[in-house]
């Protein structure tokens, strides 16, 4: 036993030396760079971040634009809110979606014009307009249809809008098929002179016709917006009287047609009306008109429907509804409307009550008379 620790205190010296190097030699300077950590291609999963819940969409600030024209060459340009084009160039629109409605200036529908294309495709809605005029001036827009069964409604969130100028050296006023509109001033509601230009970057002035002046915009009570024409912010009497526009663009200036500014001065509400008959007692074979009124507003539509004696066994009658305008006076204009029930050959059964149900926008009215048999 005492041999081999004696053994191994005498190899022991030789092994130190070995391992004071190593280790003398593990100290030496490190090159730059060199404890750099290397890439390993070791995969790792990526941790997914806790996603914070969502806030509900604003609409009326986060709305997708889903209208684009079609370009030369198969490219698509998204609309700014304008857009200026010549007269004569033909224009291709289309809106994503798959069940998609469109607006465009009415006249268009009103004359069922063959220049007007309007599709449905897979994937986008497609309106075409071939051959542009002056006229075709004005507001385009798309929207897509949510439908749940037979009722639809308009996704605020998906749609599109632009304002279109086809400009015509020879046209610089949106062209109408009158010459002479009727504008009603009403005291709770602005008033618009549609003189509306082709070329947005046109002068356009107001004038009254007698006397003979210019109307002074002042951008408060009295604004031009070159998408509506001149309007008045808090119409008064005072305003009444034709007026006209004028416009200049590198050239003569042009005039507008001339507008009849009526000032208006009707309580809003159903129908004010009235009923009364020819004759309230009738002999056999006399004719008998019952005569139902209403006095409005001069813009306001009216809606009449009877009921009479004669109406289960198919009594026939004579029904004739017009309108028309009357001065009070005072320079306020009022709206008669009139609808006239006509029994020829006055029979036993045409003796009862005459009911008269006048609509508007504001509600109904019902009236009633009494025809009796003499």
Known sequence: MRLWVLLALLLLPATLPHVIGQSAKSKRPKEPGENRIKPISK???????????????????????????????GRFQKLAATLSLS???????????????????????TFKDSRLSIKQLDRYGQLVLTNSTAADT???????????????????????????????????????????????????KPAVIPCR?????AKVTLHREFPAEEIKTDGTNIIYDVKKGFVYQHP?????????????SQGAPQISIKYHLLYVE??????????????TRAEVSENINVVCTVLGEPDVDVNFSWQYPGQESDRPVIIQNFWRLINRGTGHTTRISKS???????????????ICIAQNLQGETTVATKVELN
């Open 43 to 73: 995969k790792v999963k990526p941790k997914s971040p806790k996603m914070k819940e969502r806030e509900p969409a604003d609409t009326s600030t986060k709305s997708q634009s889903i209208l684009t024209q079609v370009m030369d060459k």
């Open 87 to 109: 007269a004569g160039q033909s224009i291709e629109l289309r809106c994503k979606g798959s069940n998609v409605s469109w607006s465009y200036p009415s006249y268009l529908d």
């Open 138 to 188: 004005g507001e385009y827009s798309c929207w897509l249809q949510l439908c749940s069964g037979n009722k639809c409604r308009k996704d605020e969130t998906r749609m599109g809008s632009t304002y279109i100028f086809f400009s015509d050296k020879g046209e610089l006023f949106v062209p109408t098929p009158s010459y002479f509109e009727i504008v009603y001033l009403n005291p709770d």
């Open 197 to 201: 230009v082709t070329t947005p970057s």
């Open 236 to 248: 008064t009497s005072d305003h009444k009287g034709i007026v006209y526009c004028k416009a200049e």
């Open 266 to 279: 009707v309580p809003k509400g159903p129908p004010s009306t009235t009923i009364a008959a020819s004759s």
């Open 340 to 354: 006239i029930i006509i029994i020829e050959d006055f029979e036993a059964r045409d003796a009862g009550n005459y």
